[in-house]
């Protein structure tokens, strides 16, 4: 494991290759204040034109619009990172309009990430990364069927289309890039058409991880056909209610907008964040916007919520690539 400051090294000056001079508007918060202000001194070593924003100076969150002062400072600047707690609405109030506004810059969105996050994911070998991301991208760019399946029994036959596009979400965002997390490592599309069951055994994303954490115990079961999820079950009747009503809150909310393999060899085990999780060598899949314009999606949605499975064998048109969680290229 490394660190805090190597992590925000390695964000900044290999994957988002800050200049010297170069201007850089930190987006953060009080939750992660201490990786903000890591980025800040870490900054401060090759440019004195940094500015720092935390939301909570701005009112009670979550905050319903950005605020004009930070959209001021970000349509002048060379690189923007994101660092915040994912709270409510703030991934249309704050997240999307961000995007937006920095589409001229180098962009890094990293919503939920803490030390954890900072100490692994990004304290890696990012280049060999890219390298074997590629790889992936590559191989599944010409794929015409995929076959999941884990030990919690999963069993999903995915059909994929080339009017839909993989999407290379590798974390080099050097030169910007539409795929803006970080940490980068996850290869995905749009599933033309997806059936079967997906036990989500890892973690789900959007408020659900910091609501209820890993899945291992209560593993959730959804039921696929058409495309759409038909059923949820899960022991916690909580978190089926809660997830129930997530999916039904929008009317494309149940169709299923990504299908995607993590491609951080370099994880072993799931933290809790799923903003990380996801890049581990297995599969997750999403439910909502399917990112049209990205992926050539007819279609979008107001919520996103993936859900990582844990251990995935994959068959891409029969051959085996990935067994158990570990890929066999």
């Keep these: ?72 400072e970000v349509k002048e600047s060379d690189v923007v990172l994101f660092a915040a707690k994912k709270i409510g609405n703030e991934v249309y109030t704050i997240r999307r309009p961000l ?37 992936v991208y590559n191989l ?35 030169r910007g890039s539409p795929c803006v997390n970080l940490p980068g490592a996850e290869i995905w599309t749009y599933p033309a058409k997806i059936e079967g069951i997906a036990v989500i055994d890892g973690i789900l994303g959007d408020y659900f991880s910091e609501r209820y954490g890993l899945l291992d115990d209560n593993p959730v079961i959804l039921r696929i056909e058409n495309g759409s999820v038909i059923s949820v079950e899960c022991e916690n009747p909580k978190l089926e209610k809660d997830l129930n009503a997530y999916l039904s809150s929008d009317k494309n ?39 049209p314009e990205l992926t050539g999606a007819e279609y979008t949605s107001k919520i996103h919520v993936d859900g990582v499975m844990r251990n995935a064998s994959v068959w891409v048109d029969g051959k085996l690539i990935l067994s158990k969680g570990k890929y066999r290229l």
Excluded at 154 to 161: C, I, K, Q
Excluded at 273 to 284: A, G, R, S
């Design 99 to 135: 995007r937006h506004l920095a589409s001229h810059a180098r962009f890094a969105s990293m919503p939920g990430v803490n030390e954890k996050v900072m100490e692994t994911g990004m304290c890696t070998d990012h280049k060999k990364i890219w390298k074997f991301s590629k790889k």
């Design 140 to 174: 599944l760019s010409c794929a015409k069927e995929i076959l999941v399946k884990t030990p919690a029994g999963t069993n999903l036959e995915v059909e994929l289309n080339k009017r839909f596009k993989w999407m290379n979400s590798d974390g080099d965002l050097r």
């Design 1 to 72: 494991m490394g660190t805090l400051l190597e992590g925000a090294r390695q964000a900044l000056f290999v994957c988002l290759g800050l200049k010297k001079n170069e201007k850089i508007t930190i987006i953060t918060d009080l939750e992660t204040l201490k990786v903000g202000k890591t980025f800040h001194d870490v900054a401060r070593k090759v440019t004195p034109n940094i500015n720092v924003f935390v939301l909570e100076d701005f009112g009670k969150r979550p905050l319903q619009q950005l605020p004009q002062e930070i959209a001021s």
């Design 253 to 291: 909310g149940k169709r299923i907008g990504e299908f995607a393999l993590g491609t951080n060899p370099f994880l072993k085990d799931f933290i809790g964040i799923c903003l990380q999780d996801e890049k581990l060598p297995t599969v997750h899949i999403a439910m909502g916007n399917p990112y």
